[in-house]
């Protein structure tokens, strides 16, 4: 699958599955790790090939019972998004079922559509299933999930490069050159970041008709944070009971791809997918964590099994998503196609303009 040719200190790699036609990528003898992830790279795009020939070997019980604990680990995360938004709007009757068919909707469209456009449906869908709510609450509201995220992150990632299985940040670039910018740089990372983040409450600043109660709205959406007891309770809680059926779920899906699931596999795994989370130009960061899933279970099962269940896991977790997320939008909220919700957010912003402006 690869071939070689030398020249003076310098090793060719041409891999036919991944690289670009008419394009030579060089790697250097002594970057040994970059060569082993660009080999795995090419064992996933042989691995999309056959995984359909081998459909059989998947343990489907097992498979179904993982995928089951995905989307109740989703279901969790819906139940202390409901929390967030019960706490900034204890007056309003809010609906569970649409709450979760928002947060399902988005995640959905997220496993499919690249850039997180997913995030736009599920605001969007939330703020029609909260009564008199406003997008700088919602988008405040959806923030505060984070903070858990983080927390988690951390500890994952802690782990992940301690087993020195992860290639190095300078070998990440490799992969993916738009993550790698900031590999390089990371004063020019955050920049970007803090940039980003100021720049879109500037923005949302200067679209709401006034700015005092611009940042009241944004307040709002973070009520739960003043009581620290009832976030912890209705919050952390809620999404920490659901990362463990989120760790149960990869568990299973790693044994019914034959991989083997284990504390050590599965919380690999979960790095895998923190990174791929840097990454939000591809669904779900697919691409990456096909790559680095081959290269950091490489002892845990045969490669083109490794490679087999990186691109199946995420196949099986796609699909079931983006199904329940369009089965959301079409019974709960309605909608029979994308472009119904795109006309309804436009109307409803023409509606807000118009009320704002007879203020």
């Not at 699958?1 to 030398?6: L, T, W």
């Not at 940039?195 to 200067?206: C, K, P, Q």
């Not at 920490?240 to 991989?259: I, K, M, P, Q």
């Amino acid at each position: 699958m690869i071939s070689h040719f030398f020249v003076p200190e310098i090793t060719y790699l041409v891999i036919p599955h991944f690289c670009i036609p008419g394009i030579t990528y060089l790697v250097s003898d002594t970057a040994q790790p970059i060569a082993g992830i660009l080999e795995s790279i090419g064992s996933v795009f042989d691995a999309i090939g056959s995984f359909w020939s081998n459909l059989a070997a998947v343990d489907f019980l097992a498979l179904l019972a993982g995928l089951t604990a995905f989307v109740i680990y989703q279901s969790l995360r819906a139940r202390a998004s409901f929390n967030i938004l019960r706490a900034a709007y204890p007056t309003e009757q809010i609906g569970f079922r649409y709450v979760w068919g928002a947060y399902m909707a988005g995640y959905g469209f997220n496993s499919v559509i690249p850039a997180r456009s997913g995030d736009i449906v599920r605001l969007f869908l939330t703020k029609t299933s909260v009564p008199n709510s406003t997008y700088p609450a919602v988008v405040s509201s959806m923030s505060v999930e984070l903070i858990f995220d983080a927390v988690m992150a951390v500890f994952i990632l802690t782990f992940a490069f301690s087993q020195g299985v992860f290639p190095s940040l300078p070998d990440l670039s490799q992969i993916s050159p738009d993550l790698g910018v900031f590999i390089r740089d990371p004063q020019l990372g955050l920049f970007v970041i803090t940039l980003l983040f100021v720049g879109a409450l500037v923005t949302l600043g200067l679209l709401s008709a006034r700015i005092q109660a611009f940042w009241a709205r944004m307040r709002q959406g973070v009520t739960i944070l003043r009581d620290r007891r009832r976030y912890v309770r209705e919050v952390f809680a809620v999404q920490l009971l659901g990362w463990g059926f989120r760790f149960t779920a990869f568990w299973l899906l790693l044994n019914a791809f034959h991989v083997g699931g284990s504390v050590h596999n599965v919380l690999l795994v979960l790095g895998v997918n923190a990174i791929g989370a840097l990454v939000p130009i591809t669904p779900q960061g697919a691409g990456i964590q096909q790559a680095l899933l081959v290269q950091v279970l490489a002892t845990a099962a045969a490669s083109a099994t490794v490679a087999a269940y990186s691109v199946g896991q995420q196949v099986a977790i796609a699909t079931t998503m983006f199904a329940i997320g369009f089965g959301s939008i079409f019974f709960l909220f309605g909608f029979r196609s994308f472009r119904d919700i795109i006309e309804r957010g436009r109307s409803e912003r023409e509606a807000e303009k118009g009320a704002a402006a007879e203020r």
